[in-house]
């Protein structure tokens, strides 16, 4: 750390008068007090390049899951945490859930422990707009140094206030965060004064954002409220000083949910009303714990309660063991929890005031054992054996003896006469990564799981191209279970590359799933392109990729999907994006709540209207050609959003095997791939894309893939504008695992095309050459060829009516069908299994879905006249305009282009 200098000289707050209005500014400040600065002492720094990583302050900032700093924001830490207070403008959001956090602590964890899991804490509940900055310093020896823009200061106690000014009925509210050394809590104080000349009415509230796996519960005994969570080891809480918490039951814990707001009492009221010229404060502390545990016995020791001492080692017959949650339970009920060091210990310190005290201590593969504490309230020193758990050993290879990804069940056996049920395990939640539940990701297929002795079924998967392996292992306490097999790649897809355009991990603000976990589950899916696209933020995977060591194993560029609020038209993904890392949003645009189509049209041309593909979401695309307001009647929709538009949404992919029933209600339109075809009819060139949008990471991504054409089959050679401009023209085949593959040639077998492709056949008769490969874990068992979006009846081949045209062999279907045509048509070309399903390869939620694929259309023009759509709507009348609105895409050549030539063979 810098010796501290001159602390807050560059700039001081204006000096405010009792009753006085805007004129009184500082407007919204940011005041740094610092007394007498010492060696360790505590400090605020605004996040500079210099805080960046591999700059000279890189380890100042805090680490985490949730993590959402960036340039501008102010760090205010001291020996103990560290906290993040985001920079005071009405801009600043988070993330796309996280908004409006301005002055807010955005990051809090321990310095020794760090592990931010917090997404926001909002004073006053996010009720007064913070959005300008200043700075002071005061007390003996403080010292600062920069203007607002770039503060920093050093003491034995440091404050950073955030004022916001007042309007109409509300106050002028000031924030202060204040550290002093040693510390481990923010005091965070609230000052709200009336300027106005009628009395106001205030509410004393705060809110926290912490998601999805956290609870949230008070003690009144002890005066304060937690968000506890027990798997990612965090927990924060909020206990007022001169105040009580309103709503808590006097002799329990009151659970709550924990996005409500705090609100806090002052001589019994919340509501608190201020005369004219006249203020009130309302003090609290904001802590950061490893676990709660150690949470409420902070709290406890500062409410003075009498506090026993545990210090308990847990321990196998092979040393300490980590990560062991210990529970602390007495005869009124459970108290809290937290997990063992690396060495296998852990701190407790317990109210004396419960005699009953019970600890249960349970780890992966070791069962729980109990253990009932003494009553006489006397520290102890405390072990607790557990037996050894099984150890699964894993050495999957791919055919060469090497090592290869792979995703790796483990579903414990049914009673049977061989031996007693076995459970499946739970190595963690859904939000984490590598161990997930009962499967373990692994970047090389060489890993060791601790396991609960019994007998298992495992699964080895490694995406459809591959065959899994099925085995049973039986798992003995204490031993090594080897688990050794090869991977074998049987599916042939020279020339095509699996993608998912679109998926999203913690940083997206709608879940909280480890950005890491979800790319070890694209990796272990063997899905080699992959762009990053988090809701409303450009990031990026490439330093997961680099830190597993296998960026020659998986492509991907930045990209984000712009999330507007009107649903479901008005989300867009897009990639490649200009990354600006450390900046607000990734530096990637703002959404448009308003018009869909002037937010696609800004996301579409933004870097300068760069090459990029522009993806649809999920669109009710009825909603989109021709009913806006989704009322049944028609008007323009948003059909102008097409014109920026490269590529839709379709899936399920299933779907277009089934039958659309008419529309009884517009709100629920008919299935996205018909309608998809029907646009097809109307003249629209939009391919058609399947994709996961996974949120969380067991089995989330992997389910659904797209096959784009590619001029190399190596992730590491390929370039993001290869899988643009072949996504642009549809060179895709959609599909949640066969390999499907169309090829359409003349009569005189001299011109080609494939999906996406046009070709010009005179003689009215163009042959199909279909193919379809399958993996051993499932099958296909028909084939249909759609006419214009109509399927054919004389070119449907299910297996039941021409075996020969099938077989059990990896390629289930190969024959060239003849196509007789009157008129210009498109062909697009699906396989299903009717009779078969993915199985638990993917995982419980897709186990069954009937396999399925579904190419993009060849368009086959027979009068050498130019491609003409028939205009069918399939039987199913929907609003629409007269012309369709189409995207034109410019590229290096300087040509537009809408869709592909056709190719020539040599």
Same mark, same amino acid.
């Given at each position: ?185 923010? /005091? ?94 309302? $003090?609290? %502390? ?24 545990? !210090? ?56 729980? !054992? ?42 414990? %056996? ?71 097999? /090869? ?204 994709? /996961? ?70 003689? !009215? ?17 028909? $084939? ?6 109509? &399927? ?25 069908? &003849? ?64 012309? &369709? /609105? ?21």
């Amino acid at each position: 750390m810098n010796p501290p200098q001159d602390l807050c000289a560059a700039l001081r707050l204006a000096p405010r008068r009792r009753g006085a209005s805007a004129s009184l500014l500082p407007v919204v400040a940011l005041l740094l007090t610092c007394v007498g600065a010492i060696a360790t002492a505590a400090e605020v720094h605004t996040i500079d390049e210099s805080f960046l990583p591999g700059g000279e302050h890189a380890s100042l900032p805090p680490a985490g899951k949730e993590a959402d700093w960036i340039l501008g924001d102010h760090i205010i830490r001291n020996d103990r945490i560290v906290a993040v207070v985001a920079k005071p403008v009405a801009t600043r959001n988070a993330n796309m859930t996280v908004r409006n956090v301005g002055g807010c602590v955005i990051d809090l964890t321990t310095v020794d422990e760090p592990n931010d899991q917090l997404s926001a804490y909002y004073p006053g509940g996010g009720r007064h707009t913070m959005n300008r900055g200043g700075v002071t310093a005061s007390g003996k020896g403080a010292s600062s140094a920069g203007g607002v823009d770039s503060l920093t200061a050093s003491g034995e106690s440091v404050g950073l206030i955030m004022v916001a000014l007042p309007a109409a009925g509300t106050p002028l509210v000031e924030v202060t965060y204040s550290l002093a050394d040693g510390d481990d809590f923010l /005091t965070v104080t609230s000052r709200y004064e009336n300027p106005h000349q009628e009395a106001i009415t205030v509410e004393l509230e705060d809110r926290v954002r912490a998601d999805r796996s956290f609870t949230a519960a008070g003690d009144a005994s002890a005066n304060i409220f937690w968000w506890d969570d027990e798997w990612f080891g965090q927990a924060y809480g909020l206990a007022p000083v001169g105040a009580t918490l309103e709503g808590l039951k006097t002799d329990e814990v009151t659970a709550r949910n924990g996005r409500d707001p705090l609100r806090y009492a002052i001589d019994g009221k919340s509501s608190i009303e201020i005369a004219p010229g006249k203020s009130v404060e309302l $003090v609290r %502390r904001l802590m950061p714990a490893n676990s709660l545990l150690a949470l409420r016995a902070r709290a406890a020791e500062m409410t003075g309660m009498p506090l026993r001492g545990v !210090q308990l080692t847990v321990a196998d017959a092979n040393g300490g063991v980590p990560h062991a949650l210990v529970t602390a339970s007495s005869g009124a009920g459970r108290y809290a929890a937290g997990h063992t060091d690396a060495e296998g210990r852990l701190t407790l310190q317990l109210p004396s005031r419960f005699s009953d005290w019970t600890l249960s201590v349970s780890a992966v593969g070791r069962g729980e !054992q109990t253990l009932d504490l003494p009553p006489n309230g006397d520290s102890l020193n405390l072990a607790v054996e557990q037996p050894l758990p099984g150890l699964v050993v894993a050495a999957i290879s791919d055919a060469s003896g090497g090592p290869i990804p792979c995703k790796v069940q483990f579903r414990g %056996r049914a009673e049977d006469a061989d031996g007693p049920a076995t459970s499946d395990p739970d190595f963690g939640p859904d939000s984490t990564h590598t161990a997930i539940k009962n499967l373990r990701y692994s970047h090389d297929g060489r890993f060791t799981q601790e396991i609960a002795p019994g007998r298992y079924d495992v699964i080895i998967s490694y995406g459809p191209e591959y065959d899994a392996v099925t085995t049973t292992i039986t798992v003995k306490a204490g031993e090594e279970t080897p688990l050794a097999t /090869t991977l074998t790649r049987v599916v042939d897809t020279t020339g095509w590359i699996s993608s998912d355009f679109h998926s999203h991990s913690t940083p997206s603000g709608d879940n909280t799933s480890s950005q890491f976990g979800r790319v070890q589950n694209l990796l272990c899916e063997q899905l080699e392109f992959n762009p990053c696209t988090e809701h409303n933020r450009i990031s990026s995977y490439v330093p997961h990729l680099e830190t597993l060591g296998v960026s020659h194993l998986m492509a991907t560029c930045t990209g984000m999907e712009l999330t507007g609020s009107l649903l479901p038209v008005n989300h867009q993904n897009a990639f490649p994006l200009v990354e600006k890392r450390f900046t607000q949003d990734g530096g990637g645009p703002v959404v448009n709540n308003e018009d869909p189509v002037r937010q696609v049209e800004r996301l579409a041309l933004w870097d300068d209207g760069a090459e990029k593909l522009v993806q649809m979401n999920h669109p009710n695309l009825v909603q989109v050609l021709g009913d806006r307001d989704t009322d049944g009647t028609p008007d323009a929709g948003f059909e102008a959003m097409l014109g920026f538009v490269d590529v839709i949404e379709v899936h399920p992919p299933a779907q277009i095997f089934q039958k659309q029933a008419a529309l009884e209600d517009p709100r629920k339109p008919p299935a996205t791939i018909f309608t998809w075809m029907q646009m097809l009819n109307l003249g629209y060139r939009v391919p058609g894309v399947v994709n /996961t949008d996974a949120h969380y990471n067991f089995h989330g991504s992997g389910w659904l893939r797209n096959y784009i054409k590619s001029p190399t089959d190596d992730p590491a050679e390929i370039e993001v504008s290869d899988v643009v401009r072949a996504s642009e023209l549809g060179e895709i085949v959609m599909t949640n695992g066969p390999f499907l593959e169309v090829l359409a040639r003349t009569g005189d077998d001299e011109t080609v095309a494939g999906p996406g492709g046009h070709i010009t056949a005179v003689d !009215q008769e163009v042959v199909l050459s279909v193919r379809v490969q399958c993996p051993n874990w499932f099958d296909i068992d028909r $084939v249909q060829v759609f006419v214009n979006g109509r &399927p054919n009846a004389a070119l449907n081949f299910p297996r039941r009516e021409n075996p020969e045209l099938f077989s059990r062999d990896v390629i289930r279907f190969e024959h060239t069908i &003849p196509v007789l045509l009157e008129n210009d048509a498109h062909l697009i070309v699906a396989t299903i299994g009717e009779e078969s399903k993915l199985g638990m390869v993917m995982g419980p939620d897709h186990a069954e879905s009937k396999p399925v694929a579904v190419s993009n259309p060849i368009f086959v023009d027979v009068d050498a006249n130019g491609f003409t759509p028939n205009g069918d709507l399939l039987d199913l009348p929907i609003p629409h305009p007269e012309q &369709p /609105t189409m995207r034109k895409h410019s590229h290096e050549n300087g040509h537009a282009h809408e869709h592909s030539p056709a190719t020539r063979r040599p």
